[in-house]
């Protein structure tokens, strides 16, 4: 997600002590193994992720968020009955714009939410967003770069023996313009390489090569599509897909219309014809302001959602996919940070994707999502 998260929040209450996860909730453990179209957790039963995006660690000025960062974890684990909490990071804060340098407040302050998810018995998704980096950085960082490899090596120390932690390698490559022909799009998302005068030095197969083979981690791996992730349409014509071990791809806004074919062509295809497993990895129906006005609309948000909604999660039920979505924030999936636990309804009635964002907060599918998750991620 490239929107801005919240500017600090003030009176936000401190994340209460850590408690445990709501014995109604279901909860897994790993490590997590790829077989056939599924994921299965340490004891052989299927995984399917239930999760909420926490971005606060992706920004530059990241110490303001962390205690806004825990207070979700907790509210997550507590309340929302998930099971995955996927962390957005940032390379930059870690190494420096041009990736020489090192941070250990910037590690120890993930080591902390980590915790804080696990002591709550959460999968963890380590995400690795470049879009908040410098403004220089930003422009040859859309697709995985050397720091990419430098961070997810200094990830792997902590974390490559980490069962319950996710490495969500590269969030959203951004190797893409419109109008690119399929053969470009995929090959560039692949590879890398040059395009009208652009050189991406590292696709996704190198980042994931690297990761997995050179690194020798055995976690599971999220990988998303190009542009937004919105599509993995076209992927297996173009040879585009990875060939190492343990891989989940993750899609996040679909692209085409809101209906059974469209999510099918975007992602259903993949488990349904026996290519590989898909998980929804970040999603929302909602952007609050300023980013709900952009020509044309994001993907991320959806114009006809009191409809599409409902019948997106019922996709999602019928083929048995997880749901992880963007975030515990007003308007998202939250009408206040003063209580996490309430969430945003669509009202039919008033409902507009792109505009009325100060007028008609709180319009985000949280409601749903929450009752989502419990229907599913319930134990009794």
């Not at 041009?98 to 080591?111: H, M, P, S």
């Not at 200094?154 to 319950?164: E, I, K, R, T």
């Amino acid at each position: 997600m490239g929107a801005l998260v919240a500017l600090a929040v003030t009176g936000v209450a401190a994340a209460p002590p850590a408690a445990a996860k709501d014995a109604a909730c279901g909860t897994a453990t790993g490590p997590f193994t790829v077989r056939g179209t599924q994921v299965f957790d340490q004891n052989g039963q299927p995984f399917v992720s239930y999760g909420i995006t926490v971005p606060g660690l992706q920004v530059e000025n990241w110490q303001q968020y962390q205690a806004l960062d825990l207070a979700k974890i907790a509210a997550i684990a507590q309340s929302w009955c998930a099971n995955t909490v996927r962390l957005q990071l940032n390379q930059d804060d870690l190494l420096g714009p041009d990736g020489t340098e090192f941070n250990q407040d910037y590690l120890n302050a993930i080591k902390t939410e980590v915790s804080a998810a696990e002591q709550d018995h959460m999968v963890v998704v380590l995400n690795d967003n470049t879009e908040f980096a410098s403004l220089v950085a930003r422009a040859v960082q859309k697709g995985p770069t050397a720091a990419t490899e430098t961070f997810w090596k200094d990830l792997a120390d902590v974390y490559g023996h980490d069962d319950q932690v996710i490495f969500d390698l590269f969030n959203e490559p951004r190797t893409y313009a419109p109008g690119m022909s399929q053969a470009d799009k995929w090959r560039l998302w692949l590879h890398g390489g040059w395009y009208a005068g652009v050189f991406y030095p590292y696709g996704m197969a190198e980042l994931a090569g690297y990761v997995r083979n050179t690194l020798q981690v055995q976690n599971l791996f999220w990988i998303e599509g190009p542009d937004n992730s919105d599509s993995f349409a076209g992927m297996v014509a173009q040879g585009a897909l990875l060939k190492v071990s343990n891989v989940v791809y993750a899609l996040h806004h679909p692209a085409g219309a809101h209906d059974l074919s469209s999510w099918y062509a975007d992602f259903g295809y993949l488990p349904a014809t026996g290519v590989a497993p898909v998980v929804v990895g970040e999603w929302t129906n909602y952007e609050p302001a300023p980013t709900a006005k952009p020509t044309p609309l994001r993907t991320s948000c959806w114009p006809d959602a009191p409809v599409t909604v409902p019948a997106f999660l019922q996709y999602l039920t019928a083929h048995g996919f997880g749901l992880n979505v963007y975030q515990l924030e007003p308007g998202y999936m939250i009408r206040s940070y003063a209580d996490m636990t309430i969430p945003t309804a669509i009202n039919p009635a008033t409902w507009s994707c792109a505009s009325n964002a100060e007028v008609q907060p709180g319009q985000g599918a949280g409601f749903l999502v929450m009752a989502f998750f419990r229907q599913h991620n319930a134990l009794s």
